[in-house]
């Protein structure tokens, strides 16, 4: 004899809204918790602020207030075109930065000078605790190849040479 259950028989569904609830939730939160672990790096920059005019000072600016090196190609450094020792490139650095501790150094290098040598000199820079460093990047005028420098041909600097004349037609 067969017998049938009081209760009536269901069928299992897979309801698919509450799943996507659930999805979203966790795209959700994994997205706020990688954006909350990201670090942001860079370097410090000091941008000048504007200073009204009134508040300019009216002194001339010292002249020990900045200082140029240049290191020519045979690596020697010249301090504001002055010839130094390799030796006494420290003391003077040191003593320097000494008396003002607030000085600009422009560093620029014959385009014959190697790297490491420029990199040496900036090394030493920083070691004597000077912060404050600029390069001067110019190209000499009359230097051969330089704008508006004729070059061996006559021509300004960077253009072709001008073409021959025509030869005369007997």
């Not at 799943?19 to 979203?24: A, H, N, P, S, Y």
């Not at 000085?103 to 420029?118: I, N, P």
């Not at 190849?145 to 021509?155: E, S, V, Y």
């Amino acid at each position: 004899m067969k017998l049938t259950s009081p209760v009536p028989k269901k069928r299992a569904r897979i309801e698919i809204i509450p799943l996507i609830d659930i999805m979203f939730f966790l795209l959700a939160s994994f997205m706020m918790v990688s954006l909350s672990q990201v670090h942001m790096k860079g370097i410090r920059v000091n941008l000048p602020a504007i200073v009204p005019p009134t508040a300019q000072p009216t002194a001339t600016p010292d002249p020990r207030d900045h200082l140029s090196l240049f290191i020519d190609a045979d690596g020697v450094v010249h301090f504001d075109k002055e010839v130094v020792t390799d030796g006494d490139v420290m003391p003077r650095l040191l003593a320097l930065y000494k008396g003002n501790a607030k000085v600009k150094v422009f560093l620029s290098a014959d385009r014959e000078a190697l790297h490491g040598e420029v990199m040496k000199l900036l090394d030493r820079v920083r070691s004597a605790g000077i912060e404050k460093v600029a390069y001067e990047i110019k190209i000499k005028h009359g230097a051969p190849g330089a704008p508006g420098t004729p070059n061996a041909a006559g021509a300004p600097g960077g253009a072709p040479p001008p073409p021959p004349p025509p030869a005369p037609t007997p």
